[in-house]
């Protein structure tokens, strides 16, 4: 497994709404261009450049992967929180897993980071 790791600029950090209730929002969490398609989750999303919001809901375990050039955007739940991260900069983590990039983890400086699911079928390094 290659591990790949995309620095981010700084994260905008500003509350967007998507047509949900006022009590609803999301918030930016990362900006980023990615020069190759990847999967997360379940879900192959194309090259380009992706703004990724999260509820403010605490009982929302969702991100919101919108596409910049299309418009389009993409539920996607994650695992589990993570931790900030102590160097101050914004990542996005893949690991490559049968030759497709797969988006594991978001790092972030300001705030929590995320840590997202596989593919049922995909496997890591160290899984049999």
Do not use: C, W
Request: a negative charge; glycine letters at 10%; aromatic letters at 8%.
């Amino acid at each position: 497994m290659k591990k790949q790791i995309v620095g981010l600029g700084l994260a905008s950090m500003f509350i967007v709404g998507f047509g949900r209730p006022a009590a609803a929002t999301e918030v930016a969490v990362v900006d980023s261009a990615v020069s190759f398609d990847f999967t997360v989750g379940h879900t192959r999303l194309p090259a380009g450049r992706y703004e990724v919001l999260a509820s403010d809901e605490p009982s929302d375990s969702v991100l919101f992967f919108r596409n910049r050039d299309t418009g389009k955007t993409t539920l996607v739940e994650y695992v589990t929180r993570l931790a900030p991260t102590r160097h101050g900069d914004n990542e996005l983590v893949f690991d490559e897993i049968g030759g497709t990039n797969a988006l594991r983890e978001i790092r972030t400086a300001a705030s929590d980071g995320y840590l997202l699911p596989l593919a049922t079928n995909a496997r890591t390094h160290g899984e049999r």
